[in-house]
C-alpha cells in the first residue's frame, strides 16, 4: 500500500476514534465528572486506561503518527468503546488488521431474496461462494456455460467451481477468450479474495487439488500475485454463437459479505 494511502487511512483511524471517544460519557465507566471538562466525552487518558495501553501510544494512534497498531489492542479498543458491529469492521479496515472476533460463514447458504434476484436479471449472471462455487445461475448463464452450467447437477456433487472450471476441464481453454491472460489474472484476484482466511483448511485443499492437478494454476499461485477483482472486457469463444464480448460488473452482497454476484452484459 502507497504511503500516502497508509498516511491518509491513519488520519481516518485518528478522526474516527475521537469521534467515538467523544460521544461517551465518562460516566458510563465509572469516571469522576467533579472536574469542568473542556469538552465533552472521555479523555485520551481514560480511553488508554480502558484499553490498557499508555496514554502517548493511544494519543499518537489518534494523531495518526505511523505507529504498529495490533489486532488484540484494536479488540480491547472495540470492545471498550462499545463499537457497533458495523463500527467495527470500520475500525479494523481503517487500521488494515485482521478481526480475531469476525464471524467466519459457515457455509455458502443464499438468501431466498437474493437467488431469487438472477432470474430478473436478462444478461449472464450468478452468485460466487468464497471458495468461487457457483451457488446459483440463471438462464442466460447456463446457455453461455453450455456443457458446464446446462447440465442436471448431480445429488451429492459439490457445485461447480470457477476455478476448477477454468483449470481442470480442457473445453475451458478454448471457450476463454486469452486463456493465459485470464487464467493468470484468476488466480491474482482469488488469492486477494482469500487474503484474510489462507490458513481454512477448505480452502488449502482446493488449492492443493488445483496445484496438483494443473502445473500452470500451481505456477502462478506460487508467483503470489495478488489483484482486486474488478469489472472489464470478458471474451468467450462460443461453440454454436461464435465470439462473444462482456463488460463483467462484480457486486459484494451486504452482510453476506463471502458472496459475489457477477453479471455480465453484453458488451456494445
Same mark, same amino acid.
Given at each position: 500500500?502507497?504511503?500516502?494511502?497508509?498516511?491518509?487511512?491513519?488520519?481516518?483511524?485518528?478522526?474516527?476514534?475521537?469521534?467515538?471517544?467523544?460521544?461517551?460519557?465518562?460516566?458510563?465507566?465509572?469516571?469522576?465528572?467533579?472536574?469542568?471538562?473542556?469538552?465533552?466525552?472521555?479523555?485520551?487518558?481514560?480511553?488508554?486506561?480502558?484499553?490498557?495501553?499508555?496514554?502517548?501510544?493511544?494519543?499518537?494512534?489518534?494523531?495518526?503518527?505511523?505507529?504498529?497498531?495490533?489486532?488484540?489492542? =484494536?479488540? &480491547? !479498543?472495540?470492545?471498550? /468503546?462499545?463499537?457497533?458491529?458495523? @463500527?467495527? +469492521?470500520?475500525?479494523? %479496515?481503517?487500521? #488494515?488488521?485482521?478481526?480475531?472476533?469476525?464471524?467466519?460463514?459457515?457455509?455458502?447458504?443464499?438468501?431466498?431474496?437474493?437467488?431469487?434476484?438472477?432470474?430478473?436479471?436478462?444478461?449472464?449472471?450468478?452468485?460466487?461462494?468464497?471458495?468461487?462455487?457457483?451457488?446459483?445461475?440463471?438462464?442466460?448463464?447456463?446457455?453461455?456455460?453450455?456443457?458446464?452450467?446446462?447440465?442436471?447437477?448431480?445429488?451429492?456433487?459439490?457445485?461447480?467451481?470457477?476455478?476448477?472450471?477454468?483449470?481442470?476441464?480442457?473445453?475451458?481453454?478454448?471457450?476463454?477468450?486469452?486463456?493465459?491472460?485470464?487464467?493468470?489474472?484468476?488466480?491474482?484476484?482469488?488469492?486477494?479474495?482469500?487474503?484474510?482466511?489462507?490458513?481454512?483448511?477448505? =480452502?488449502? &485443499? !482446493?488449492?492443493?487439488? /488445483?496445484?496438483?492437478?494443473?502445473? @500452470?494454476? +500451481?505456477?502462478?499461485? %506460487?508467483?503470489? #500475485?495478488?489483484?482486486?477483482?474488478?469489472?472489464g472486457e470478458r471474451g468467450f469463444k462460443h461453440p454454436t454463437r461464435g465470439d462473444l464480448r462482456y463488460q463483467q460488473v462484480t457486486l459484494h452482497t451486504g452482510d453476506e459479505s463471502h458472496l459475489k454476484l457477477v453479471m455480465?452484459?453484453?458488451?456494445?
Amino acid at each position: 500500500m502507497k504511503t500516502e494511502v497508509l498516511a491518509q487511512r491513519r488520519k481516518e483511524l485518528g478522526a474516527f476514534l475521537q469521534v467515538i471517544r467523544g460521544r461517551h460519557s465518562p460516566a458510563e465507566f465509572g469516571f469522576a465528572t467533579v472536574n469542568r471538562r473542556r469538552t465533552a466525552g472521555l479523555r485520551r487518558e481514560e480511553v488508554a486506561q480502558l484499553v490498557g495501553i499508555s496514554p502517548t501510544w493511544y494519543t499518537w494512534i489518534e494523531q495518526g503518527r505511523e505507529v504498529n497498531v495490533s489486532a488484540e489492542a =484494536l479488540d &480491547r !479498543l472495540a470492545s471498550a /468503546l462499545h463499537l457497533t458491529r458495523s @463500527e467495527r +469492521a470500520y475500525l479494523f %479496515e481503517l487500521a #488494515d488488521r485482521r478481526d480475531p472476533q469476525a464471524p467466519r460463514p459457515e457455509s455458502d447458504a443464499v438468501p431466498e431474496a437474493l437467488a431469487g434476484l438472477l432470474d430478473h436479471i436478462a444478461a449472464p449472471a450468478y452468485l460466487m461462494g468464497r471458495h468461487w462455487d457457483l451457488l446459483g445461475w440463471n438462464m442466460p448463464a447456463a446457455e453461455l456455460f453450455t456443457g458446464w452450467l446446462d447440465r442436471p447437477q448431480v445429488a451429492g456433487e459439490p457445485p461447480p467451481n470457477l476455478l476448477r472450471f477454468v483449470f481442470l476441464i480442457p473445453e475451458a481453454r478454448q471457450f476463454i477468450s486469452d486463456w493465459d491472460v485470464r487464467a493468470r489474472r484468476l488466480v491474482a484476484e482469488f488469492r486477494a479474495d482469500c487474503r484474510r482466511r489462507l490458513d481454512d483448511p477448505e =480452502l488449502r &485443499r !482446493l488449492v492443493d487439488e /488445483l496445484a496438483n492437478a494443473s502445473p @500452470e494454476f +500451481a505456477r502462478f499461485w %506460487e508467483q503470489h #500475485d495478488v489483484l482486486e477483482r474488478q469489472g472489464g472486457e470478458r471474451g468467450f469463444k462460443h461453440p454454436t454463437r461464435g465470439d462473444l464480448r462482456y463488460q463483467q460488473v462484480t457486486l459484494h452482497t451486504g452482510d453476506e459479505s463471502h458472496l459475489k454476484l457477477v453479471m455480465l452484459r453484453p458488451a456494445a
